[in-house]
């Protein structure tokens, strides 16, 4: 079955530029995650949307960093004004929400910021 | 709050060599324990995971890893390896109730023929 797609693949931008990240989850899986990875750096958590719960945003860097997830499904992660440190590979991941710690990931999307 | 080391950021293995790539969890009650692994320009695929019973596990593509809680470690091992398994390995650890998991920086293994 399909699993989890995030476009684009890459993204260059210039600094300064908005970009938009997307992630379709898989069909049925409530729960969704954004990480960013960097360059010889682990997974990092960045926002978690379970159901119609209120998102923990918690991982979130900064207030340039937001994230909406439509009708429980598609989700958005938007970068503002966005700095070279911002370059990295981001992953989005979803799960069922009685087996939330099984995630199935996505490609990713790599932001390289100029 | 919960943390995850893999003191090992590059491992070479020969083909058809055994494997272990190591990792150490902090957490105080009993964790919840996964392996993920990402191939080149993949996302990440689970390995297998622990949850509570038997501390030896079994996964996909002929990993296991055995839960040491006295040594607070995971180990993912295995006895042959191919080269298809040239990837990049990541511990991570979760709780029950705790819908974060947190990863570690992940071991980049190397197969040479």
Known sequence: ?114 | AQSVTQPDIHITVSEGASLELRCNYSYGATPYLFWYVQSPGQGLQLLLKYFSGDTLVQGIKGFEAEFKRSQSSFNLRKPSVHWSDAAEYFCAVGAKGYQKVTFGTGTKLQVIP
Do not use: M
Request: proline share 4%; net charge neutral; hydrophobic share 25%.
């Open chain 1, 1 to 114: 079955g399909a699993g989890v797609s995030q476009s684009p693949s890459n993204k260059v931008t210039e600094k300064g530029k908005d970009v938009e990240l997307r992630c379709d989850p898989i069909s049925g899986h409530t729960a969704l995650y954004w990480y960013r990875q960097s360059l010889g750096q682990g997974l990092e958590f960045l926002i978690y949307f379970q159901g119609n719960s209120a998102p923990d945003k918690s991982g979130l860097p900064s207030d340039r960093f937001s994230a909406e997830r439509t009708g429980g499904s598609v989700s958005t992660l938007t970068i503002q004004r966005t700095q070279q440190e911002d370059s990295a590979v981001y992953l989005c991941a979803s799960s069922l929400a009685r087996q939330s710690y099984e995630q199935y990931f996505g490609p990713g999307t790599r932001l390289t910021v100029t």
